[in-house]
C-alpha cells in the first residue's frame, strides 16, 4: 500500500463528473489496490472521506471511515433522503485549512458496489451521512466551497 498525493483546489480532475467503474472490472478485482491506497491515504491524513478524483482518478469510488473501519463505496447513488437537513461545519484534505457550513440531508439510502463487486445497501445519518453526501459531491465535480457559508480559514491555537 502507498500513500497518495492529495490534489488540491483549483485542480481541474477535481472538477470533473467521473465515470462509474465498470461491473466486471469491479469484479475482477481492479479497484482494490487503489481503494487500499486510498483507505491508507486518508487514515494518514485523518481524513473520515476520500473520493477517487482527490487522489486523480475520475472514477466514482469514495472511502469512508467509520466505527466499524473503512468502507469502500463504487459507484454510489442515493436511493432516498430524508426531508430534514441539517447545517454543519466541513472540510476537505483537497481544500486545506477552509471550513465552512453545509446544509446536508439527515439521513440517507444509498446503494453501491462493494469493492469485491457485491451489490449493498446501506442507511446513513448524521457524520456518516454527511460524509457519503460530501464524497459523492466529488464524484460530480462539486467541493463542499460551493455549497458552505461562513466559509472560514483555520485559526491557530
Ligand atoms: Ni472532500
Known amino acids: 500500500m502507498s500513500i497518495l498525493k492529495i490534489l488540491t483546489n483549483p485542480n ?5 463528473v467521473c ?3 465498470d461491473e466486471q472490472d469491479v469484479r ?8 487500499d491506497d486510498m483507505a491508507e491515504t486518508m487514515l494518514t491524513k ?7 478524483p482527490q487522489v486523480g482518478h475520475s472514477v466514482r469510488l469514495i472511502v469512508v471511515n467509520t466505527k466499524d473501519g473503512v ?5 454510489p447513488v442515493i436511493t432516498s433522503k430524508s426531508l430534514t437537513k441539517e447545517w454543519d461545519e466541513e472540510g476537505c484534505l483537497s481544500v486545506p485549512n477552509t471550513f465552512g457550513r453545509v ?11 462493494t469493492v ?14 454527511r460524509v457519503i453526501q460530501h464524497e459523492i459531491d466529488h464524484l ?18
Not at 468502507?71 to 459507484?75: R, S
Not at 446544509?103 to 458496489?113: E, G
Open 12 to 16: 481541474p480532475v477535481l472538477r470533473r
Open 71 to 75: 468502507l469502500t463505496l463504487i459507484n
Open 19 to 21: 465515470q462509474a467503474a
Open 103 to 113: 446544509k446536508r440531508h439527515k439521513k440517507i439510502r444509498c446503494q453501491f458496489l
Open 116 to 129: 469485491d463487486g457485491k451489490n449493498k445497501r446501506l442507511e446513513a445519518r448524521g457524520l456518516l451521512a
Open 46 to 52: 485523518d481524513g473520515i472521506g476520500l473520493a477517487a
Open 28 to 35: 475482477a478485482g481492479d479497484f482494490q489496490a487503489l481503494a
Open 140 to 157: 460530480d465535480g462539486i467541493l463542499f466551497i460551493d455549497k458552505a457559508k461562513d466559509i472560514h480559514e483555520a485559526h491557530e491555537l
